[in-house]
């Protein structure tokens, strides 16, 4: 007799959308090593191997059935400061698996990662050349680059009080700013390439400093824009070169690390390195 593949049963939206189109199926089903049925359909819970709960919507109701074999994963991309309170009322082993951002989790969902190449992943086709920068395209990206420091924001009013650090750091530097924060804030895709392309550095300031809590700003690394975090230790525990982004607290102050990215931006070869 053959089985029919597990089910992985969707609970709940991806903040209101639908989860399967907008987000599971797109970015990891087809990478998936095993065969796997999906479905939001909730008459379908006691067939399910997996119930799926991206605990920032909506969970109510709650499954009125659960077997001992299902695995309830707990799934969020935010930090703890923005998600303690959700899902409270719950009874403290409800979920039997996360799936979070962070390396102890039991499935790992970074924004991002760094990965190892060799040139037998080429011969593979297992990775394109566009993923590889040469040294003559990385000298033609930094010649290019006229302007120090870049910021996008869209939260004001943050737990890691990013805005009051940024604010002080304007008075030793001029920082381009877009986003709902300030008046300039209709920039698309193609007005961020260029603005990412014309500076040296990003400030990919969290709105909250959690271990590991690494967005999309930080990952505009890879289009070739040095990152300015606020806190070494967030990066800590992940996979990544301690010489390849800036903490703004290695620095005393604000003032401290403006003339530090002055210095940086006026070399070259130390910019590149």
């Given at each position: 007799?053959?089985?029919?593949?597990?089910?992985?049963?969707?609970?709940?939206t991806?903040?209101?959308?639908?989860?399967?189109?907008y987000?599971?199926i797109?970015?990891?089903?087809?990478?998936?090593?095993?065969?796997?049925?999906?479905?939001?359909d909730?008459?379908?819970?006691?067939?399910?191997?997996?119930?799926f709960?991206h605990?920032r919507d909506?969970?109510?109701?709650?499954p009125?059935?659960?077997?001992?074999?299902q695995l309830y994963?707990?799934f969020?991309?935010?930090?703890?400061v923005?998600?303690?309170h959700r899902?409270?009322?719950?009874?403290?082993?409800?979920?039997?698996?996360?799936?979070?951002y962070?390396?102890?989790?039991?499935?790992?969902?970074?924004y991002?990662?760094?990965?190892?190449y060799?040139f037998?992943?080429l011969?593979?086709?297992t990775m394109?050349?566009?993923?590889?920068?040469?040294?003559?395209?990385?000298?033609?990206k930094?010649?290019?680059?006229e302007k120090?420091?870049?910021?996008?924001?869209?939260?004001?009013n943050?737990?890691s009080?990013?805005?009051?650090?940024?604010?002080?750091?304007?008075?030793?530097?001029?920082?381009?700013?877009?986003?709902?924060?300030?008046?300039?804030n209709?920039?698309g895709?193609?007005?961020?390439d260029?603005?990412?392309?014309?500076?040296f550095f990003?400030?990919?300031?969290?709105n909250?400093v959690?271990?590991?809590?690494?967005?999309?700003?930080?990952?505009r690394?890879k289009?070739?824009?040095?990152?300015?975090?606020?806190s070494?230790?967030?990066?800590?525990?992940?996979?990544?070169?301690n010489?390849?982004?800036?903490?703004?607290d290695?620095?005393?102050?604000?003032?401290?690390?403006?003339?530090?990215?002055k210095?940086?931006?006026?070399?070259k070869?130390r910019?590149?390195r």
């Amino acid at each position: 007799m053959k089985w029919p593949p597990p089910l992985i049963l969707i609970w709940t939206t991806f903040y209101g959308e639908n989860f399967l189109k907008y987000w599971l199926i797109n970015n990891y089903s087809s990478q998936c090593l095993y065969k796997c049925r999906y479905s939001d359909d909730k008459t379908l819970e006691n067939n399910a191997s997996v119930l799926f709960f991206h605990i920032r919507d909506k969970i109510d109701p709650l499954p009125s059935h659960r077997k001992p074999h299902q695995l309830y994963t707990f799934f969020v991309l935010e930090s703890p400061v923005n998600t303690w309170h959700r899902g409270r009322y719950l009874e403290p082993n409800f979920f039997n698996v996360t799936m979070t951002y962070r390396s102890d989790s039991d499935v790992i969902v970074p924004y991002d990662m760094f990965e190892s190449y060799t040139f037998e992943d080429l011969d593979d086709c297992t990775m394109s050349l566009d993923d590889i920068w040469v040294e003559d395209e990385i000298d033609s990206k930094i010649a290019k680059k006229e302007k120090l420091t870049l910021q996008f924001v869209s939260n004001c009013n943050t737990n890691s009080r990013r805005e009051k650090y940024i604010e002080e750091l304007k008075k030793y530097t001029e920082i381009t700013q877009m986003g709902g924060c300030v008046e300039k804030n209709d920039c698309g895709r193609e007005c961020e390439d260029k603005l990412i392309d014309s500076h040296f550095f990003y400030l990919a300031f969290e709105n909250s400093v959690c271990d590991e809590y690494l967005t999309e700003k930080f990952w505009r690394i890879k289009d070739l824009i040095v990152p300015v975090v606020l806190s070494r230790k967030v990066i800590k525990y992940v996979n990544i070169p301690n010489d390849s982004f800036i903490a703004a607290d290695d620095f005393k102050s604000p003032k401290e690390l403006a003339e530090f990215l002055k210095v940086v931006a006026a070399d070259k070869n130390r910019y590149k390195r």
